[in-house]
């Protein structure tokens, strides 16, 4: 299967994205350890880039969050469940590694939510962002600590603006 590859800019930085030709793969935000293969050749035209930088582009102006975007993650079983509740997750709002577990049905598997909200390729219209630590403090994200203040902050100034990495959210 042929994978291609394209880029965007955005408030982040530059976004990598990856396709099989048809969905999204892969989305690699700025400053993540494991970027999208170099093997995939760059096709900027592709009709799946451009809706994708579309809706992205509207998603970093304010206006939306709603992707409606053909995807294809590859995973287990139990991280597909996972991705597919974090799409349930509504813009603004955040949920504990401990309720998205009890969410897919194994409530003790929150270190397991945790792995598989780690492996998620396709983070923003996924959005694993969106997933805080039982405390209320923000933890890890692929795009590091700042992108996802900065993607809360967007989606819900009113409760992330004050926030700092620092304290409890």
Known sequence: ????????????????????GSALTR???????NQPGLTAKRCDDLPIFETARKQLGNYFEGNGGEFDLPLAPSGTDFQLRVWAELRRI??????????????????RAHRAVGAANGRNH??????CHRVIGSTGRLTGFAGGLEAKV??????????????SLSRNA
Do not use: C, F, H
């Open 122 to 127: 396709l983070p923003i219209i996924v959005p």
């Open 1 to 20: 299967m042929s994978k291609w590859r394209s880029e965007m800019n955005s408030p982040l930085g530059t976004i990598k994205l990856e396709s099989d």
């Open 27 to 33: 989305i690699a935000l700025p400053g993540e350890k």
């Open 150 to 163: 900065w993607l809360l902050r967007l989606e819900n100034p009113e409760r992330w603006i004050s926030k």
């Open 90 to 107: 509504p813009r603004g709002e955040t949920i504990t590694y401990a309720e998205l577990a009890q969410r897919v049905g194994s409530p």
